[in-house]
């Protein structure tokens, strides 16, 4: 692929900004990400090849992100770094798939330097160890005027026919999910600091672990294998609780009941709902938890729970699927939640 | 994957212009593209699974394509969406590998409708026909101010340990390339319409045929057998004739001898040279041509001219690797030819 240097006669005083060739960058900042990985070939090629068992097959996944619409363009680029490759490590882990490798495409605005790109490499290397996970080729190129955008496709293997689907769920099935949910849409209104969050009554440390859980999302991929041998549907939770469950739900052709009373929450979270600034449909319908929904058979609960506590991931029952095509999320009293919407839609909003 | 709805109030005016949500818009135009491909799930899970065969291995190329920079933001939907497509098959063709399935994230500015939409869908389509690959999976998104954003990650196969590599050239081997090069960077410069261009001695075919070469290059798919059996190096041609030489070159640590009057020119490109409008380098360092640069050893030539000729690919023996480090492009007295530069690098122009 190349550029069409006539087409972009404002690209000449690109040199002043980033001295570096393509090859140079690459060398530099991405190459150290690509050791070891099997099949990179040092980023040296057009192309990497993957081998993978006979009893195998590959898992794959692309999630693009766009500053100003996924992130801000001035989050820092380690932060960046790390939730591109977090959300794809995301499907993976729903799916139950054992991460391998990921490429990048690299759209780079202008304004980008090397520190920037430094900062990048050093997000992509600590989120690439805390997931398993290694860099295996892309495409860097220059979108002059911004916005910075990003693509990850991530790879990842599971056992023949056995990738975890969204469809599975039988009626009769329990709904679990990981970790808490709503913490990143409580992360994200204290990082565009409206007034609102900025008077909330949390103490440095709860501000900070709420625009961590933001910027930072940690996929439970150490799920794999009690997702593999229990789940018979899952799926990550991106776009809200709520949403996504009901995506679970029409998949699988099925309804479903949620005890709002039974979703996790955090501490900060459970406190700003006390003090009554938030209520737990902000938290149902926030998005960007990157948590977990699985669909467990009542027969397997027992073996879930205990290969989850090994995993040390922590899970709770939420609700349970129906034969009817209703999603309903109940207050302690078993009163439909009035929700304003379910969740994200990335073009309805 | 989601956005962030408090950071882009702007996105409050997009329902009036594309009033479908996320879903129906995968449903109405990309599910179609993903009819048949296996793993793919009807893009309705988050993430597609492949088998590859015990004897296989999976070959995975990303090109990433920015409006404005690798091509024009008013160019036809139809002929971004081919080019897109068509630059990654490039990348599997020249690898020797299959071509089996792709994923496409797209960042689409608010300025698209639905029409357009449906015209990109057309165009990756026929690609997908020309080429023989489906989709998969993707992601797509907004970039409310542009520019358009798309990111294609494609996938093929070749048998275990038999991806055709840069870095396989030998002292001896000769060059050869397939088609005919230069067009597309002519193509380009009648797209850009300056006036140099437009008065070229040319009729409307034959401006055709170099606009349709930028629009809608065709790489050589079906010479993947021929480079399986004989190929001891390969790869695509897109940043110029020279500068890929080049990079062959380096990566196998060899030099070598092009000569240029041995380089297929189209009769279009012939009839400008011959008029002195253009120079041979212009062909040579042009770049985005799509076709195949082979290292092919003596004793195979015979074999990979008749494999060549049987899947009715255009191949010119152009040149000879040697065991030093430089690349000589000669004219017809066996002088170095002078160029400017070797080609495009996207970060150095």
């Known amino acids: 692929m190349r550029c069409n240097t006539q087409a972009m006669p404002q690209q000449d005083d690109k040199e002043r900004h980033s001295p570096l060739s393509e090859h140079d960058l690459i060398a530099r900042y991405f190459r150290p990400l690509a050791d070891g990985v099997p099949g990179a070939i040092g980023l040296l090629d057009d192309a990497a090849s993957f081998s993978i068992g006979s009893d195998e097959e590959l898992v794959v996944t692309t999630d693009a992100l766009v500053a100003g619409v996924h992130f801000f363009a001035d989050d820092l680029a380690a932060d960046i770094a790390w939730k591109a490759l977090a959300v794809n490590v995301s499907d993976l882990a729903a799916k139950a798939a054992c991460p391998l490798a990921y490429s990048l495409a690299l759209a780079l605005p202008r304004s980008v330097d090397e520190e920037w790109l430094k900062e990048f490499a050093q997000g992509l290397d600590a989120a690439q160890t805390a997931f398993g996970i290694g860099l295996s080729g892309g495409d860097t190129t220059v979108s002059p005027d911004g916005p910075l955008t990003l693509s990850v496709t991530a790879f990842g293997t599971v056992p023949n026919q056995r990738m975890v689907r969204r469809n599975g769920a039988k009626a009769g099935d329990t709904l679990y999910v990981t970790g808490t949910i709503g913490d990143s849409a409580l992360g994200l209104k204290l990082r565009t600091g409206g007034s609102d969050a900025s008077s909330w009554p949390l103490d440095e440390a709860q501000r900070q672990f709420l625009l961590n859980r933001y910027l930072r999302p940690a996929p439970p991929v150490t799920l794999r294998a009690a997702l593999l041998a229990h789940a018979s549907a899952a799926m990550d939770v991106s776009d809200g609780l709520a949403i996504d469950a009901s995506r679970m739900c029409s998949a699988s052709g099925l309804g479903a009941r949620i005890d709002a009373s039974a979703v996790p929450v955090s501490q900060p979270a459970l406190q700003l709902i006390k003090a009554e600034i938030i209520g737990l449909d902000t938290l149902l319908t926030g998005g960007d938890d990157y948590e977990i929904l699985a669909a467990i058979p009542l027969a397997a609960e027992a073996a879930f729970r205990s290969d989850a506590a090994a995993a040390n991931?922590?899970?709770?029952?939420?609700?349970?699927?129906?034969?009817?095509?209703?999603?309903?999320?109940?207050?302690?009293?078993?009163?439909?939640?009035?929700?304003?919407s379910l969740g994200y839609d990335h073009f309805r909003r």
């Open 313 to 340: 991931i922590p899970i709770a029952r939420i609700g349970q699927f129906f034969q009817d095509n209703e999603l309903k999320v109940l207050d302690k009293k078993g009163k439909p939640l009035r929700l304003n």
